[in-house]
């Protein structure tokens, strides 16, 4: 089965390569792994003590984050090696300022995989959520060098819980330990011969627990909200905005919308524009000064988890697409959240829906009912901020626990 393995991600690497020929990401993903030996072995310096941190990409570092603030603030004298799968996270924190090196992974190989550790010598590695590569963690178990995984999840419709998936399922009881969100992982776990696990729940609660205390100021979200409501549509795709047209027409009398697209090119932010039957402004093109424009249009990355603090109400994106985006940096500032009907995968919005402090919507009718709904009752809006604030109060705390197994169990 190795073989088979083996030969799968050499198919993914040449087709990446092809790729590369007219998709950016693609040639950043191959770029960036260009002479990858020499570029490790001549950032390092000799005699270090150091720690791997692995991401898959942006999604997932954000998650990881509070872990590698208390990696940094509880092992002072090790060095951070954080590496990246993708360009869309390796390239937004290759500056990265709590990681002391960032490089792209190699692609997973027997020959990578040795020169990597080799070249890094981590004294352990973290792994976000997912990436369970075989040649690594192999490589990781056979030198002795602990690896984790921080916030997994695990259901049993995952290949390594099948009758066809014995060689995925070896790669998990190489594993050194499991920090998973849930009980049901856990047992899954458990039922399968894997006893080295750990319920610590999500990191991400921590990371947007931290961030709502820590939001950077925006007075121009405040001058443009001015005396109305705003609603803030987060990481949204066409199919959002499709429906969130119609809202829009339907609120603009009492509320300022800002857009905050998940992919900003020209032609995206062209089409959504067109979409809007309303005067907007994109941010950059805006003096700052004040505007009679009814949207915003937010066309860069980084802003949107401080644009939740001015919010009244938020609609995340995704949920008519492969699943939503982050829920929790909306939901941590106390305010009802909307999204499409894909969320089941998502612990935290089947959670939330339940207890009524999020709704989910399955067209422009329903959001525009629901909407009208719970923002125009005061007492409802008290009940979701009180439902939405005690759901985070109640589940932040992971990046405690993890951090307390590495030290009772001597990992310095």
């Not at 499991?178 to 990191?203: A, H, K, M, R």
Request: with cysteine.
């Amino acid at each position: 089965m190795v073989v088979f393995y083996y030969l799968a991600v050499k198919l993914y690497g040449l087709l990446i390569l092809i790729s590369a020929l007219f998709n950016k990401k693609a040639a950043q993903w191959v770029s960036g792994r260009k002479q990858w030996r020499k570029h490790i072995q001549q950032s390092l310096k000799s005699g270090e003590q150091r720690i791997h941190f692995h991401c898959a990409s942006l999604g997932e570092f954000e998650q990881g984050k509070p872990v590698l603030e208390a990696l940094r603030k509880n092992y002072p004298k090790h060095k951070i090696v954080l590496t990246f799968f993708s360009p869309s996270g390796y390239e937004l924190k290759k500056n990265e300022i709590l990681a002391d090196y960032v490089f792209y992974l190699p692609l997973d190989g027997p020959f990578n995989s040795k020169d990597f550790i080799e070249l890094v010598e981590p004294e352990m590695s973290f792994f976000v959520k997912y990436e369970f590569w075989h040649f690594y963690i192999k490589g990781f178990k056979d030198r002795k060098i602990p690896v984790y995984f921080v916030s997994c999840i695990f259901r049993p419709s995952q290949i390594f819980f099948q009758k066809y998936g014995s060689f995925f399922e070896k790669i998990l009881r190489r594993v050194t330990h499991f920090f998973v969100q849930n009980q049901s992982s856990l047992e899954l776990l458990y039922n399968n011969g894997i006893p080295q696990v750990t319920v610590t729940g999500d990191t991400r609660f921590d990371r947007v627990y931290l961030n709502s205390l820590n939001t950077k100021e925006m007075p121009e979200i405040s001058l443009f909200k001015g005396s109305k409501k705003l609603l803030v549509a987060g990481s949204t795709w066409k199919s959002d905005e499709k429906i969130l047209a119609s809202l829009v027409e339907e609120i603009s009398d009492e509320f300022k919308i800002v857009f905050v697209p998940h992919e900003i090119s020209e032609g995206k932010i062209m089409n959504l524009t067109k979409k809007l039957n309303k005067p907007s402004i994109r941010f950059s093109m805006w003096d700052k000064k004040s505007t009679d424009a009814e949207i915003l249009i937010v066309d860069n990355v980084g802003m949107l988890s401080s644009i939740y603090k001015y919010a009244d109400v938020a609609y995340i994106g995704g949920g008519f697409g492969k699943g939503i985006h982050n829920i929790l940096e909306a939901a941590v500032f106390g305010i009802p959240v909307f999204f499409g009907p894909k969320y089941k995968k998502f612990r935290e919005a089947m959670e939330l829906v339940h207890w009524k402090g999020v709704f989910t919507i399955k067209n422009e009718r329903e959001l525009i009912d629901r909407f009208q709904e719970v923002t125009k009752d005061p007492a409802r809006l008290k009940k979701i901020n009180e439902i939405n604030l005690r759901y985070i109060n109640n589940n932040k705390g992971a990046t405690d626990l993890i951090i307390n197994y590495l030290k009772m169990n001597e990992v310095n």
